[in-house]
């Protein structure tokens, strides 16, 4: 396990980074239009009017992530179902697995913690409540089928799309789209986390810990079931790699991937399952 933290505590750093920042985000958000001091909850006194402005700026907020440098270069998966996901597709190593879960647990919390002292007391408030995900006034069963849907579509639509060459760049625009049309149209039903370490971050000060298995299993159960159908959809072994947004001839990148050039060869990786021998590729080690 230290050897693989030293050689890879960079991408760590970026995706707790990534998260916390998108937590950051979300928090600032919420109490912007969610908090009844709020000039924009003052003015708008619909719930669903106010969540349609606040898609739009969830949605810019997780495209920027992706598409910067520390999100291209972990991968930008800021979510332990979709790292739990490409784990069951055989493009991310144990301990990179493990450590990630780890890092989004952490830099979830650490966003938190920024909002916290940047909004004081407000965070807090009922209306906002440190952006904690609970069920809506259809309760639990409807809760967990909604969140295991949305994770569904996620998944899959960032499968597809990220192994179409010709549309691979527009993973994070696809996967922004889907995540404000949630925020409008799903958040009623289950608060719209898709997402264990979000909602873990928000549960901690909350204390909403006895939802958590709900936000815990929904979304595993949505995303694993995405990469069955992945599997079974396009006939072919898995994806090409476990980044949501690869960039092009960047060497860098500590998964299974099959964009590495071809001179160098990786034997430290073990052969992917489910699929056929291919070479994979690393600049770590170079030809004799």
């Not at 998260?19 to 909850?41: K, N």
Request: with cysteine.
């Amino acid at each position: 396990m230290r050897e693989v933290v030293a050689r890879h505590w960079p991408e760590y750093l970026f995706e707790a980074g990534g998260l916390g920042l998108f937590m950051l985000s979300a928090c600032v958000f919420a109490t912007l239009f969610e908090h009844p001091t709020s000039p924009v909850r003052q003015a708008v006194a619909d719930a669903m009017l106010r969540r349609v402005p606040m898609g739009p700026a969830t949605r810019l907020t997780a495209i920027g992530l992706i598409y910067s440098p520390f999100g291209q270069r972990s991968g930008a998966h800021f979510n332990p179902g979709v790292t739990s996901t490409f784990f069951r597709l055989g493009k991310v190593a144990r301990w990179d697995y493990a450590l990630y879960m780890v890092a989004q647990c952490v830099g979830g919390l650490l966003g938190i913690a920024v909002a916290a002292a940047i909004l004081a007391d407000r965070l807090g408030h009922p209306a906002v409540r440190y952006v904690a995900t609970v069920p809506g006034a259809d309760g639990l069963v409807v809760a967990f089928l909604a969140e295991a849907t949305i994770s569904f579509g996620l998944m899959l639509v960032v499968l597809i799309v990220s192994n179409t060459p010709r549309l691979a760049r527009y993973t994070g625009l696809c996967a922004g789209a889907l995540v404000a049309t949630y925020i409008v149209l799903e958040a009623p039903f289950s608060g719209m986390s898709m997402n264990p370490a979000r909602t873990f971050a928000s549960a901690v000060p909350s204390g909403t810990w006895p939802l958590l298995w709900l936000y815990i299993a929904a979304p595993l159960s949505g995303m694993l079931l995405a990469a069955e159908s992945y599997l079974r959809l396009v006939r072919r072994a898995g994806p090409t790699c476990a980044k949501l947004h690869h960039p092009p001839h960047d060497p860098r990148c500590i998964f299974r991937c099959g964009y590495r050039r071809p001179w160098t060869v990786d034997r430290r990786q073990p052969a992917v399952t489910n699929a056929p021998p291919r070479r994979l590729y690393s600049l770590d080690e170079r030809p004799r």
